[in-house]
């Protein structure tokens, strides 16, 4: 299940919060671990606030035999019990992980096989050439970063890079390369992704770029720092990628051509994969 889409604002304002107040475990609960957040330790207003807008961005999810509207931030889920806002009075979270499967945490051991072959070291050293172009010593932030694949042939700023997935089993399969370690990762996917950092160089490569929902796209110009770049490969139109096979699935994604304008950008092709590159606007 996904969000809706937010107002960069609203979203800085949540994961604000979300930092600074106090989350309580549920002890009652020991079979369903969350935690929660107390309405009387918070300020009215911002509780309130948070309340209506897990409300009007969050999306319906049943539990047992009841509904709820439920927020995806980060690695958590946040939801609250749907009676009135003057009768709310806490919040609840808990890790995403929990009941939550990616198709890629069932291929994440066999995922690079997938890519062992001549046509793809070919893609990889072109890739990694479309990178190096891009201010690699600053702030570092890497949608899809998957097993490490594409990481581990880069060289950056080690203390200032972030990858983020949605999938558990690729991020294992990351932090089990000896020349990944201590590099930070996050379990989440784009439209879930807060941060209050700004970065120099946004990227996601093989078909990563793909997944995320294109109104999304428009957060780019938000966390990027004056004079910043992207680049974002989508898969070409008509191919039908390797690990969609392999996993015996079909996920949705889109295309290069439904990017937005929020940029002025460049598109080129590695493959099959479509690439388009741009500054913050």
Same mark, same amino acid.
Not at 140 to 147: A, D, P, Q, Y
């Given at each position: 299940m996904d969000n809706r889409f937010m107002p960069y604002g609203d979203w800085q304002f949540i994961g604000s919060l979300i930092e600074k107040s106090r989350w309580i475990f549920a002890k009652t609960m020991p079979k369903f671990p969350h935690y929660y957040m107390l309405r009387k330790e918070s300020r009215d207003h911002e509780f309130v606030r948070f309340v209506k807008l897990i409300? =009007?961005?969050?999306?319906?999810?049943? *539990? &047992?035999?009841?509904?709820?509207? =439920?927020?995806?931030? &980060?690695?958590?889920?946040?939801? %609250?019990?749907?009676? $009135?806002?003057? +009768?709310? #009075?806490?919040?609840?979270?808990?890790?995403?992980?929990?009941? #939550? !499967?990616? $198709?890629? @945490? @069932?291929?994440? @051991?066999?995922?690079?096989?997938? *890519? +062992? !072959?001549? #046509?793809?070291?070919?893609?990889?050293? =072109?890739?990694?050439? *479309?990178i190096s172009r891009h201010n690699l010593t600053g702030r %570092?932030?890497?949608?899809?970063?998957?097993?490490g694949m594409v990481t581990r042939n880069l060289i950056f700023n080690r203390e200032k890079y972030l990858g983020i997935d949605p999938s558990w089993g690729m991020l294992e399969r990351f932090k089990a390369h000896d020349e990944l370690n201590g590099l930070a990762v996050e379990h989440t996917d784009f439209e879930s992704f807060f941060t209050k950092e700004k970065y120099n160089f946004i990227f996601a490569t093989y078909g990563a770029a793909s997944y995320v929902r294109p109104e999304f796209w428009g957060r780019l110009n938000s966390i990027l720092e004056p004079g910043g770049t992207f680049l974002l490969m989508f898969y070409g139109d008509g191919y039908? $990628?390797?690990?969609?096979?392999? +996993?015996?699935?079909?996920?949705?994604?889109?295309?290069?051509?439904?990017f937005p304008d929020i940029a002025d950008t460049r598109v080129s092709v590695i493959g099959n994969y479509k690439v388009i590159e741009g500054v913050r606007r």
């Open positions: 409300r =009007q961005y969050g999306y319906r999810y049943k *539990f &047992g035999k009841v509904w709820y509207v =439920q927020l995806n931030v &980060g690695g958590w889920y946040y939801w %609250t019990m749907g009676a $009135p806002i003057e +009768a709310t #009075i806490l919040v609840n979270r808990k890790e995403r992980r929990l009941g #939550i !499967d990616s $198709p890629y @945490d @069932d291929i994440a @051991d066999e995922y690079e096989s997938c *890519f +062992a !072959d001549d #046509i793809s070291k070919d893609e990889d050293i =072109q890739t990694a050439d *479309f %570092t932030l890497e949608i899809g970063c998957g097993s039908i $990628p390797a690990t969609h096979i392999f +996993a015996n699935v079909g996920m949705l994604h889109y295309t290069a051509g439904e």
